[in-house]
């Protein structure tokens, strides 16, 4: 063990590898998060609603969380095995299909799995081996959670926000990516910065530019990066989505009148601050330039 701590210690190389590995695991959970939590979530509210009224909660429900039950096929709900569980390597050998009923596996599933693992990997590359790399690999992991999750329901959940929020103010009480104080102005101007905006397109127009969840995502990552870095955020992540919004409109994938998710942009702008601040600092100071 003191062996392989060296290694990592000294070796970037090899902490990229394991940290990268890690992430591809985790990827895999993280796709078990993205399909289950919003189902659970639905289930505590028509629950709440039922206490409400005073109606009985649903009879003999099977338990559902995630852990419970195991992962299966939604086609023929077969049980999937540990070793077609493998993060991307099972997907390749299966040619993205059941083992047992042959139907399509999604490519998303890989594909999240591979995303984990290159942002693990670059983040350990980028901030060696140190508290600083496993704290940004998982805040990593919590962004493309969020994402995914936002693209499929136009929901943040605060049962990832919130923990997300209070980590990045416990990660900067040692300031290891900014000053507490920083972060906590951050958590603080990220919040209010969009709920004026969100109260102040309402009254305007009468309608709902954002959701809540934004407000709270925005604060988290203030709480993490401190609130130097929430124009630049902000700026990105308006400038990527008006573009993917408007490509994919003029190629007929979006409705003009459907809302877009804005997490996903947020989760990315926040992520690149993360590894590149400071070339994004310079950049935009020049373009700015008259």
């Known amino acids: 063990m ?5 290694l990592l210690a000294h070796s970037p190389p090899a902490f990229t590898l394991v940290l990268g590995a890690l992430g591809l695991l985790t990827g895999s959970f993280l796709n078990v998060v993205i399909h289950r939590l919003p189902l659970m979530m639905e289930r505590g509210w028509r629950d709440e609603c039922a206490a409400l009224v005073g109606s009985p909660p649903v009879a003999n429900e099977a338990p559902f969380n995630l852990s419970t039950p195991r992962s299966r096929c ?6 999937i095995a540990a070793w077609d569980n493998i993060p991307i390597l099972s997907w390749l050998l299966l040619l993205g299909r059941c083992r047992h009923c042959c139907s399509g596996i999604s490519y998303r599933y890989p594909l999240v799995e591979l995303v984990a693992g290159a942002s693990s990997a ?19 992991w919590a962004l493309i959670a969020l994402s995914m999750i936002d693209l499929d329901t136009q929901l943040l959940p605060d049962d990832i926000n919130q923990p997300l929020l209070w980590a990045g103010l416990v990660a900067n ?8 104080q920083e972060a906590v102005v951050g958590a603080m101007v990220g919040y209010l910065s969009l709920w004026c905006v969100f109260h102040a397109f309402r009254l305007a127009t009468g309608k709902e530019g954002m959701g809540q969840g934004d407000f709270k995502l925005l604060a ?7 609130w130097q870095a929430l124009p630049i955020i902000v700026v990105v992540s308006a400038f990527v989505g008006a573009l993917v919004g408007l490509t994919m409109i003029g190629l007929g994938r979006h409705d003009r009148a459907q809302p877009m ?14 590894i590149w601040g400071g070339p994004l600092r310079q950049f935009l100071f020049v373009i700015a330039q008259p």
């Open 2 to 6: 003191a062996d392989l701590w060296h």
């Open 74 to 79: 939604p086609h023929c709900e077969h049980p």
């Open 122 to 140: 670059i983040v350990a590359w980028h901030f060696g081996f140190s508290a600083a790399a496993l704290l940004a690999a998982g805040m990593s």
């Open 173 to 180: 009480l040692f300031g290891t990516f900014v000053s507490l």
């Open 220 to 226: 988290a990552l203030g709480a993490w990066l401190g």
């Open 261 to 274: 998710p804005f997490g996903p942009f947020l989760a990315v702008a926040g992520w690149m601050y993360l």
